[in-house]
């Protein structure tokens, strides 16, 4: 280090200020160490180069369980949000989903200024250049394109899709970040001088619209939800309400997908000229036309990106194709004859991590102290990064601490499902959260994150004194109000049976419990409140989870019986200087992977692609 200039020090260095930055850098400095977040540039802070909203199918869940660990994301989209939606309301509470579209700039500014007035956080704009890293491979500090070092004990890879990044569409290649942004050229280079193995993934986006130019009488019209459910459980609906604005869908056609075959040969994803590997579940327009030749038309959300723009963003015709034929396939589609794009859509190729290379707190296994979170470790969306960087930021203030790490297994949070997955699980393409994932779904529902996890958040710090006396208040009025039902027997008085038959469900001849009443498919806890005369004036979020936990308890019942199992194997921990070589009858696939992952227990080992069941049983006997 002597023959660097040391512009300063710090405990923890954050490189990359997008969604899984913010939070990482959050959650160090709120947790009382100094910290320094570098962004290529500071207008790129929590910025959506894609779909300006947070949430959606899973990802609102990921976003109630960053907000129960005291991060930043729900908080602010509920400051910035245009319109707000429950999703899935029409199946079981395991799957409902919170969504709301963002004002894309005041998202950014919103977030940007909470970081600059957070106590120990410091922003720097500037390329980090190159990790530093002692003779015992721990790292010691990274250094900017100016050549100034900043020295710190742990630092955290946010570099979201920014490494070696360019954008195309048709013959067009421009060697830069999203939307216009700077690349970073230099550190892959740096991180691969330190036996990291990187590799290839590409993303995509539409094209921007002017709102002036569509006929949205020829759309269907997407309101909001007219009750407002907030993402923060520090808020309430009525705290965040304001006026809403609409989104529109339409379809592609037909003509649409004529255009988009014959211009396949000018598309860089057909043409060999991308070699990145896209997301399956994010696909362009090009490629839903190939893959579902069957579809006689897609869906097309037509969103807005701000209250004072009229940019629009077309949802779901995410596109390489060039200029040309980009403007005359969206002109096929219905109100949207006459558009005008104001930003052409583009796919990015970038950089990114092995990510088997990580440990289940995010270090990875070459450097010590060197974390990594986000679209950098083969993930997609702004909520999965987000969720990795609250959970690196809060183990690499463990790390310097010298604490045990903060590891979420798959039965506590969906945080723990992504990470176990993208660290276990050799993905070839950019993940992406769904609750199908989530063996333990019925547990781990987007109304009870905080009740899971808002006991860590204050352990950490991240989660105020206030807030957590009203969360203590909150779990003792649900466990009360449970055990008071309970012990409620309801006769067949005619008022009862009168409520009832309202309600659609067989009347009683016989006494009966209100939970055997509440866990009937017509009836509910607050729809039964007129033959409970005794029942308190509760919350709302309350009586949400009394009625939830009594009607799906023998599901959960089940759940935890599954859980209990599944803890016996995470139980089993396999020694850190174990020798696969050793360990008799193994596969030699499974000793590769074993020996790649180098699973923390039996758990973990199971999971892992390519390790057979017999491989366990094996592995189990050497143990034992």
């Known amino acids: ?51 300006p909203s947070i949430g959606g199918t899973s990802k609102g869940h990921l976003v109630r369980e960053i907000d129960a660990l005291g991060g930043e994301m729900g908080k602010n989209i509920d400051k910035t949000y245009l319109q707000n939606r429950m999703l899935n309301t029409g199946k079981g509470p395991a799957v409902y989903s919170l969504r709301a579209q963002a004002d894309k700039n ?23 250049v190159e990790i530093l890293a002692d003779d015992e491979k721990k790292v010691c500090g990274v250094k900017i394109e100016s050549g100034n070092v900043y020295e710190c004990r742990a630092a955290v890879l946010c570099t979201g899709t920014y490494l070696k990044a360019r954008c195309l569409y048709g013959n067009t290649i421009i060697e830069s970040g999203p939307n216009g942004m700077r690349n970073s050229v230099n550190l892959s280079r740096s991180l691969e001088s330190l036996g990291i193995r990187l590799q290839r993934f590409k993303t ?28 923060s459980f520090e808020n309430k609906a009525e705290d965040i309400y304001r006026e809403q604005i609409p989104c529109y869908l339409t379809y592609t056609n037909g003509r649409t997908h004529e255009i988009i075959k014959e211009n396949l040969d000018r598309s860089p994803l057909y043409g060999g000229v991308i070699k990145g590997t896209g997301p399956r579940y994010c696909p362009s327009i090009e490629d839903k036309v190939v893959r579902f030749a069957d579809k006689e038309r897609h869906q097309l959300f037509i969103e807005p990106e701000g209250e004072d723009t009229n940019e629009m963003y077309v949802q779901g015709m995410s596109s390489s194709l060039p200029a040309d034929v980009q403007l005359k396939m969206y002109r096929t589609v219905a109100g949207m004859e006459n558009v005008s794009i104001m930003r052409n859509a583009y796919a990015i190729e970038y950089d990114c991590l092995e990510a088997n290379q990580l440990k289940l707190n995010l270090e990875l296994k070459a450097v010590k102290g060197l974390f990594s979170a986000g679209q950098f470790n083969g ?5 999965e990064a987000a969720a990795q960087g609250i959970a690196a930021g809060i183990n690499a203030v463990k790390y310097v601490r010298g604490e045990e790490p903060f590891i979420l297994d798959r039965s506590e949070a969906y945080i723990g499902v992504l990470i176990d997955d993208v660290v276990t699980k050799t993905s070839k393409e950019p993940y992406r959260m769904m609750t199908s994932r989530a063996e333990y779904r019925l547990l781990l529902r987007q109304d009870n994150a905080d009740l899971r996890l808002s006991d860590y958040g204050y352990s950490f710090g991240l989660i105020s004194e206030k807030r957590y006396e009203e969360f203590k208040k909150k779990r003792e009025l649900i466990e009360k109000e449970i055990e008071r039902v309970r012990k409620i027997n309801i006769g067949p008085k005619p008022e009862v049976n009168s409520l009832l038959e309202s309600l659609g469900t067989r009347t009683l001849k016989t006494g009966a419990k209100l939970t055997e009443l ?101 592995l189990l006997v050497y143990l034992n």
């Open 1 to 51: 280090m002597d023959n660097y200039f040391v512009a300063d020090k710090a405990d923890v260095c954050i490189i990359g200020a997008g969604h899984a930055g913010c939070e990482a850098a959050l959650a160090s400095a709120r947790m009382g160490l100094k910290t320094i977040i570098f962004a290529l540039n500071l207008d790129s802070i929590a910025m959506m180069p894609c779909n």
């Open 106 to 128: 005041k998202y950014h500014t919103e977030m940007k200024r909470t970081m600059e007035n957070t106590e120990n956080l410091q922003i720097k704009q500037g390329e980090v």
């Open 204 to 231: 995509g986006t539409p094209a921007r619209v002017d709102k002036r130019t569509i006929d949205f009488s020829k759309m269907k019209i997407q309101l909001g939800d007219e009750k407002i459910t907030p993402f």
């Open 379 to 383: 993930t997609s969306g702004y909520e």
């Open 518 to 618: 509440i866990k009937r498919p017509e009836a509910c806890y607050e729809a039964l409140k007129d033959i409970d005369p005794e029942r308190p004036d509760l919350p709302e979020n309350v009586r949400e989870q009394v009625n939830i936990q009594i009607k799906y308890e023998d599901y959960i019942n089940r759940q935890i019986e599954q859980v209990e199992r599944f803890k016996k194997l995470e139980g089993r921990r396999i020694p850190e200087d174990i020798d696969y070589s050793r360990v008799p009858s193994l596969r030699i696939e499974a000793r590769q992977k074993l020996e790649l992952i180098r699973p923390v227990n039996i758990g973990h080992a199971s999971r892992i692609s390519g390790v057979s069941p017999a491989d366990i049983n094996m």
